[in-house]
């Protein structure tokens, strides 16, 4: 496994723990498909994890900003811009656009990766540990 959970990315606050085990899960999703060389076409899968991806950084944004307030957490405004500043960026991968050619298709999900791993990763250990340990 390529992305999992390692002593780091823990915050100790179960709920959220779960949720960003489930969203590394999602990232590992992301690397074998673009590791797949059996699917000779990987628009449905791509469209399903997209998707999924878009629904399940919501649910956790959404968690996660309700935490922050029930403490009273004073950078929530911020934290929330990033959220949804990574919700935009998901909705840019266009479904519609997504081409039959397999390489292009590679290209899209590789991209996919490069975004999840970056940002996701980034933000977990440094913009969450803030509320974890204000
Ligand atoms: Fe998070
Ligand atoms: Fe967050």
Not at 34 to 42: C, E
Not at 56 to 72: L, V
Request: aromatic content about 12%; overall charge negative; proline content about 1%.
């Amino acid at each position: 496994m390529m992305f999992e959970m390692k002593p780091e990315y823990y915050t100790g606050i179960d709920f959220i723990d779960q949720e960003h085990a489930r969203l590394f899960e999602l990232a590992q999703e992301t690397h074998d498909l673009l590791n797949n060389d059996i699917l000779q076409n990987k628009a449905d899968s791509l469209v399903h994890l997209i998707s999924e991806l878009i629904n399940y950084t919501r649910t956790h944004f959404s968690h996660e900003e309700e935490y922050q307030e029930s403490i009273g957490y004073e950078r929530l405004p911020e934290h929330a811009a990033q959220h949804r500043k990574f919700e935009d960026k998901l909705m840019e991968f266009d479904l519609d656009s997504i081409e039959n050619d397999f390489e292009s298709q590679n290209e899209t999900v590789e991209e996919l990766l490069g975004f999840l791993v970056n940002w996701l990763i980034n933000h977990i250990l440094k913009v969450d540990m803030l509320y974890v340990n204000q």
